[in-house]
């Protein structure tokens, strides 16, 4: 990157994994190699991409934006170890945003709500999800990719450029 575009402006992150019976089996029941595979994958990657990007954003006012889900704050049921990678990757967030601030460099994180998806396709009792969300979020709806993608491009413009540090819910309110 640093040949072909001289350094980086923009990070998504936006990658997570638990193995599939960790989604569905007790949480009590995660075992030790289930519970450092969320977390390697899904909050450690955060850490070690954001190394990396801040020597390629140097001088450049760097963005690093990640994915977070409102199950690192309240029991979602089935969610499981992901729900504990996300509250990693979230302190994690402020934790980057303190430690590469002083480079310029913002850390923030959109916790958005359900959205019909491939991945989600494999979910059991999704659409149910869907359902009970768009009944009570006070904007009595569901949201879509498009504004995940609209608040993204906020965070990581320089309209966001005193924000950092932050879990920013795009949610319908919920
Ligand atoms: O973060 C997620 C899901 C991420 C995810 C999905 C899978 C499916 C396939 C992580 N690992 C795997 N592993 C697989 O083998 N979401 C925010 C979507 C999601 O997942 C749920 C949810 C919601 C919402 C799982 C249980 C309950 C609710």
């Not at 289930?34 to 994958?41: E, I, Q, T, Y």
């Not at 979230?90 to 934790?95: D, G, H, Q």
């Amino acid at each position: 990157l640093r040949q072909e575009w001289g350094g980086l402006d923009i990070l998504i992150h936006a990658i997570a994994f638990a193995a599939k019976e960790d989604l569905s089996n007790p949480y009590s029941q995660t075992s030790r190699r289930g519970f450092f595979l969320a977390l390697d994958v899904s909050a450690y990657s955060l850490v070690i991409l954001s190394r990396q990007a801040a020597k390629l954003m140097e001088g450049r006012k760097g963005a690093i934006l990640t994915m977070t889900y409102m199950g690192s704050e309240k029991v979602i049921p089935n969610y499981n170890i992901m729900g504990v990678a996300k509250a990693a990757l979230e302190a994690s967030v402020r934790y980057l945003a303190y430690d590469l601030g002083p480079k310029g460099i913002r850390v923030n994180a959109i916790s958005a709500g359900p959205i019909r998806t491939l991945a989600a396709s494999g979910i059991a009792g999704f659409k149910e999800m869907l359902h009970y969300s768009s009944e009570r979020a006070p904007l009595k709806r569901n949201i879509d990719a498009e504004e995940v993608a609209r608040t993204a491009l906020y965070l990581v413009s320089d309209m966001a450029s005193a924000v950092t540090g932050e879990v920013v819910h795009v949610d319908a309110g919920y």
